[in-house]
């Protein structure tokens, strides 16, 4: 099992080997319950093999759902998330994580149940927005119109020092703060695929840029002082 790219919605319409299965599981609450997410998925599993064996014998639904009883997707929910969409066929096996609620369902059919999806895809919004400073960057995603905060990377190599003269200063490496922060949260955007605003100096926004992944960034950047 996979999750699925934007790219792969061609493929989900254009996919014709059946029986072609539709989970649509939502999980609207903030804090992530693996417990009754599990039992959810459980829920939708058995209600997908009551529909086969209408056409299907038992060998066949066994051995055909067997991957989707052995996988662990519901797992990869994050608190931000709410729903997984899975698209099951003997051609097409993968998931798709939303920010917007869904309803409950389960569908065999000789084509995927995609309706759901579009109206998600289309009414979807957000964008991640990322501010600098020298001490910490701080990843925030905004969420019908709050601004949530993801994650914080704070700058290890911000020592105070004392030089000869026992006057203080500040060893302030954030280029190298920068591109360290930015490996992580390459990872982040690209499980969401949401446009980018940076924020900080122009010195900051101009590394950060460098390293992240450039076709989410919206050029037009927030400048500070």
Same mark, same amino acid.
């Given at each position: 099992?996979?999750?699925?790219t @934007? ?5 989900i ?7 072609? &299965?539709?989970?649509? *599981? %939502? =999980? $609207?609450?903030?804090?992530? @319950? ?13 209600? &997908?093999?009551?529909? *086969? %064996? =209408? $056409?299907?014998t ?68 957000g964008?991640f927005l ?6 910490a960057?701080?990843?925030f ?29 500040k ?12 490996i ?18 122009r ?23």
């Open positions: 099992m996979k999750e699925l @934007n790219q792969d919605l061609q493929a319409n254009t996919a014709h080997m059946g029986p072609m &299965v539709s989970i649509y *599981l %939502s =999980k $609207d609450a903030e804090e992530i @319950n693996v417990r009754e997410l599990s039992d959810k998925w459980k829920d939708s599993l058995s209600r &997908v093999e009551f529909l *086969l %064996s =209408k $056409d299907y038992k060998s066949f639904i066994h051995n055909f759902m067997e991957p989707l009883w052995k996988s662990h997707i519901v797992e990869s929910l994050n608190h931000i998330d709410k729903g997984l969409i899975v698209f099951f066929s003997e051609e097409i096996k993968g998931y798709l994580r939303v920010q917007s609620s869904v309803t409950d369902l389960a569908v065999v059919a000789d084509s995927f149940h995609v309706k759901p999806l579009f109206r998600i895809k289309n009414n979807e919004r964008y990322i501010s600098m400073s020298s001490k960057i701080n990843v995603i905004e969420s019908n119109g709050h601004l949530l905060r993801l994650d914080t990377y704070r700058n290890p190599t911000l020592l105070e020092q004392i030089d000869i003269d026992g006057n203080k200063h060893q302030d490496k954030h280029h190298d703060f920068i591109i360290q922060s930015a992580e949260i390459n990872k982040t955007m690209a499980q969401y695929k949401l446009p980018i605003i940076l924020a900080g100096v010195d900051h926004v101009g590394h950060m840029k460098k390293n992240l992944d450039h076709s989410m960034i919206i050029e037009e950047s927030i400048m500070g002082n």
